[in-house]
């Protein structure tokens, strides 16, 4: 997140940490609307980019688009030599 433009990172960080919504950041950035969101999908955008990138750079080919077109990430987990996920259940 740290490599994202600050105008973009403030509105992420209010809108998603902080738990505000895009009105009360406009009103407390003193931005139009609009602009606010603009802010948040780009910000947003360029994250998905950058994350997709630094999956590639790792070789997991593990990204997948949806039904809704929204993509998801599917890490897998550290096994614990027993054949079970760290946190998760045996194989049936």
Not at 1 to 12: G, T, Y
Not at 36 to 58: A, P, S, T, W, Y
Request: hydrophobic share 35%; net charge positive.
């Amino acid at each position: 997140m740290e490599r994202l433009p600050v105008k973009q990172r403030d509105v992420i960080r209010l809108a998603f940490l902080d738990g505000q919504t895009h009105g009360a950041i406009a009103e407390q950035l003193g931005l139009p609307l609009g602009t606010v969101k603009g802010r948040v999908r780009g910000g947003l955008n360029r994250l998905h980019r950058d994350m997709r990138f630094e999956l590639r750079l790792l070789g997991r080919s593990c990204w997948s688009r949806g039904r809704d077109g929204l993509g998801s990430i599917a890490v897998p987990l550290p096994s614990n030599g027993s054949g079970v996920a760290e946190g998760g259940v045996p194989p049936a």
